[in-house]
């Protein structure tokens, strides 16, 4: 199976901070990747999809990048809304696998 | 409207076995794929599996934690998916998630139903 490695685990950030998230996959997904957000006892929600295609009524802060192996997802001006738990998923093969995570505090 | 409604969750012993259901309205499922998506409390998200459509043979996959033990089906005329749990572990111990994509190579997410607790426990 394909390992999507996230980093940071946690990042520590102010409103109006600019936030990038990576995430690397352990060999080439083209640009099969999606990026989610999830606050506590809710589902996910997915913001991105094939690395940069920002999903219908996601704030364009939100912006993603990346091919093969390396990937970001990056926050532009971060809102309070935003701090939330952020994940990448590969849907390169049929076996589809999360990043571990990534979790935006506030500084 | 899209809504996906977990249920069948509950406390089951060590080896024991429990069914999930998955129903579903507001969308073409005859022509979805159907995936389940499970959290340990504060844990990250692991894909548990999928059952496609009729048009690709029902076709399941599922990852190496959960193989032989798990079976995903699905019963069009119900509009309802189902995740047949055997052999469970506390590890299996999570939130289950019920999610949609589309039959094609596109299994993004952007359904979700609201999740459902499975304990593992003696």
């Known amino acids: 199976d394909i390992q999507m490695t996230q980093s940071p685990s946690t990042l520590s950030a102010s409103i109006g901070d600019r936030v990038t998230i990576t995430c690397r996959a352990s060999?080439?997904?083209?640009?099969?990747l999606a990026w989610y957000q999830q606050k506590p006892g809710k589902a996910p929600k997915l913001l991105i999809y094939?690395?940069?295609s920002l999903q219908s009524g996601v704030p364009s802060r939100f912006s993603g990048s990346g091919s093969g192996t390396e990937f970001t997802l990056t926050i532009n001006s971060l809102q309070p809304d935003d701090f939330a738990t952020y994940y990448c998923?590969?849907?390169?093969?049929?076996?589809?696998?999360f990043g571990g995570g990534t979790k935006v505090e506030i500084k | 409207e899209v809504q996906l409604v977990e249920s069948g969750g509950g406390l089951v012993q060590p080896g024991g076995s429990l069914k999930l259901s998955c129903a579903a309205s507001?969308?073409?499922?005859?022509?979805?794929?159907m995936h389940w998506v499970r959290q340990a409390s504060g844990k990250g998200l692991e894909w548990v599996g999928r059952?496609?459509?009729?048009?690709?043979?029902?076709?399941?996959t599922y990852p190496a934690s959960v193989k032989g033990r798990f079976t995903i089906s699905r019963d069009d005329s119900k509009n309802t998916a189902y995740l047949q749990m055997n052999g469970l572990k506390t590890a299996d111990t999570a939130v289950y998630y019920c999610?949609?994509?589309?039959?094609?190579?596109?299994?993004?997410?952007?359904?979700w139903g609201q999740g459902i607790l499975v304990t593992v426990s003696s």
């Open positions: 999610t949609i994509s589309d039959d094609g190579g596109n299994s993004i997410f952007d359904y």
């Open positions: 507001g969308f073409t499922f005859s022509g979805s794929a």
């Open positions: 059952v496609r459509s009729k048009a690709n043979s029902y076709a399941t």
């Open positions: 060999q080439s997904i083209s640009r099969w």
């Open positions: 094939t690395a940069s």
């Open positions: 998923q590969q849907y390169n093969t049929y076996s589809l696998t």
